[in-house]
């Protein structure tokens, strides 16, 4: 082993010497920094007393009592970005520093500071997730190094097209998950909130058909829960109010709810979610 190299390594063990072991871990893409990343944190403060209302198990409620949750919101990622061991541009959306901005995640709940923090992946004693030939799950999870309860995973938009046009893609990136995350960690996948535009959404809806029928195929590893409902997308569809405007009134993102939009999809979610929770914690 070369010099170089050899510190490399050296570094990277004293960066990861700390554990990260909130009960309750959010992996999802921006929408987490546009403000879905603190109603996490606001739907699970007081998980237990919550949970009252769905199961009267005390072993699943002594599981989550005082749960502590973080979420981690990284741009334009799906599950192909988080389990791609190869360097390269899919890999480099996780691990490469924003060329315009210098950060590309939205951070809750790491080292008990609640508010968000803009952060780049790769950079930080708590984002050593970029190593070469590991992935950001493998890198994430290795010896502990985030050592959560309950892990769930909040995507769909950045993988849309890849898994509404191949039942395949969505099959390979649910295999290369479920291969790379721990055996007993409990898992949710919830599929994200509705765009503003028709034309995205269905898209998106095929696409959630394909990947809940990749979770299927492989003997429901995590919990599926649709994001996208009829519901889900009246309340969102074509409503600016959701979503970010000019002076003018006209849309400007249409991918990103507002954190008014993500409060009242969870609100819509939040009892399969937590049905969801206690399915996986009863395992």
Known sequence: MGIALAFVVFLWKVMRQKSYSQTILVIGDSQISFGAGQVYLET???????LQNYTQNETILEKIDDAQTA????????LQHWTIR????IKDVICEIDKRWGVN?????IDGENSRRYVNMGQGEAYQFCQ????????????????????????????AERW?????????????????IPDDLPCIFLTTSPSYLNEINQIRWKAQENVKQAFELTGNRCSFVSGFTDETIEIAEGNKNFFKTNDEGVVTDVHHPNIDAARQFFEIKKA??????????DK
């Open 44 to 50: 699970f403060d007081g998980l237990k007393g919550k």
């Open 164 to 180: 509404a046009s191949s039942e395949v893609n969505a099959l390979r990136d649910v295999q290369a998950m479920i291969g790379q």
């Open 272 to 281: 399969d979610l937590f049905k969801a929770v206690i399915d996986q914690l």
């Open 86 to 89: 190869d360097e390269g541009k």
């Open 132 to 159: 070469p030939n590991q992935s950001a799950f493998e890198a994430m999870f290795e010896n502990d190094y985030y050592n959560p309860e309950l892990l769930i995973m909040a995507f769909l938009g950045n993988s």
């Open 71 to 78: 979420a981690i919101g990284v741009r334009s990622t799906s």
């Open 105 to 109: 995640a939205g951070v809750y709940g």
